[in-house]
T-cell receptor, first 112, second 115 residues
Framework: DQQVKQNSPSLSVQEGRISILNCDYTNSMFDYFLWYKKYPAEGPTFLISISSIKDKNEDGRFTVFLNKSAKHLSLHIVPSQPGDSAVYFCAATDTGRRALTFGSGTRLQVQP | GAGVSQSPSNKVTEKGKDVELRCDPISGHTALYWYRQSLGQGLEFLIYFQGNSAPDKSGLPSDRFSAERTGGSVSTLTIQRTQQEDSAVYLC?????????????FGPGTRLTVL
C-alpha cells in the first residue's frame, strides 16, 4: 500500500514556464513533507520542506503548497530552467518516527 | 567538505552469497538511515539509527537483512544469502537532529546486482 503517491511518472515543460509536480498521501499521521531532487548516479538532495502547520513555503524559485484536507501537496518551480531537469521525489514523515516515506518520483524535463 | 560516502559504488554478486555495504555519514551527524530503491520504485526505508538508542528496524524486509553502526559513525548493511529481488540501489543518509526534524543528506548509493 503506497502511502505517498506521485501519479505522474514524467513531466515536460518549456524553459521559463512553471513546473507543477504533484503528490498525494494517505497517512493522516504525516505532519512533515519534503521534496528531494535526484540526478542520475547521485543520491537525492533536499530541496524544500513544509510542516503541516503551514500551507505554503517558498524558497526562491521553489514553492511547496500543502492541502491537508485533500492530503495533497505540490511543488511549483518558476521559472523552470534546463538545470532543473531531474527526478523529483515527494517524501513524508511524522515527527515521532523521522524515517521518510517516499513517492515513486516524477521525472521533470525542462526543454530549452 | 565531505558528504555521505558509500562503498562499494557497484557490487555484483551471485545468488546465495552474503554482501556488506558500507556507509560513512557526515561527521557529527547523529542520525543514520538506510533506504533502497528498486528499479522504477521510490525509496524504501530499511533502518534508522539515532545516537545510542535502539535502531528502528521496522523497514527491514526479512531477517536476511541486518545493520550495525559502530561508534556512532560508520554503518554496515549486511544482506545474507542474497536473492535476485535484493537487486537495487542501496542509499544511506545522515542528519543532524537538534530538536526538530533534520534534513537528510544522501550518499551516492551502492548499486547491488544479484545474478
Amino acid at each position: 500500500d503506497q502511502q505517498v503517491k506521485q501519479n505522474s511518472p514524467s513531466l515536460s515543460v518549456q524553459e521559463g514556464r512553471i513546473s507543477i509536480l504533484n503528490c498525494d498521501y494517505t497517512n493522516s499521521m504525516f505532519d512533515y513533507f519534503l521534496w528531494y531532487k535526484k540526478y542520475p548516479a547521485e543520491g537525492p538532495t533536499f530541496l524544500i520542506s513544509i510542516s503541516s502547520i503551514k500551507d505554503k513555503n517558498e524558497d526562491g524559485r521553489f514553492t511547496v503548497f500543502l492541502n491537508k484536507s485533500a492530503k495533497h501537496l505540490s511543488l511549483h518551480i518558476v521559472p523552470s530552467q534546463p538545470g532543473d531537469s531531474a527526478v523529483y521525489f515527494c517524501a513524508a514523515t511524522d515527527t515521532g518516527r523521522r524515517a521518510l516515506t517516499f513517492g515513486s518520483g516524477t521525472r521533470l524535463q525542462v526543454q530549452p | 567538505g565531505a558528504g555521505v560516502s558509500q562503498s562499494p559504488s557497484n557490487k555484483v554478486t551471485e545468488k546465495g552469497k552474503d554482501v556488506e555495504l558500507r556507509c560513512d555519514p557526515i561527521s557529527g551527524h547523529t542520525a543514520l538511515y538506510w533506504y533502497r530503491q528498486s528499479l522504477g520504485q521510490g525509496l524504501e526505508f530499511l533502518i534508522y539509527f539515532q545516537g545510542n538508542s535502539a535502531p528502528d528496524k521496522s523497514g527491514l524486509p526479512s531477517d536476511r537483512f541486518s545493520a550495525e553502526r559502530t561508534g556512532g559513525s560508520v554503518s554496515t548493511l549486511t544482506i545474507q544469502r542474497t536473492q535476485q529481488e535484493d537487486s537495487a540501489v542501496y542509499l544511506c543518509a545522515s542528519s543532524l537532529i537538534s530538536g526538530g526534524l533534520g534534513e537528510q543528506f544522501f550518499g551516492p548509493g551502492t548499486r547491488l546486482t544479484v545474478l
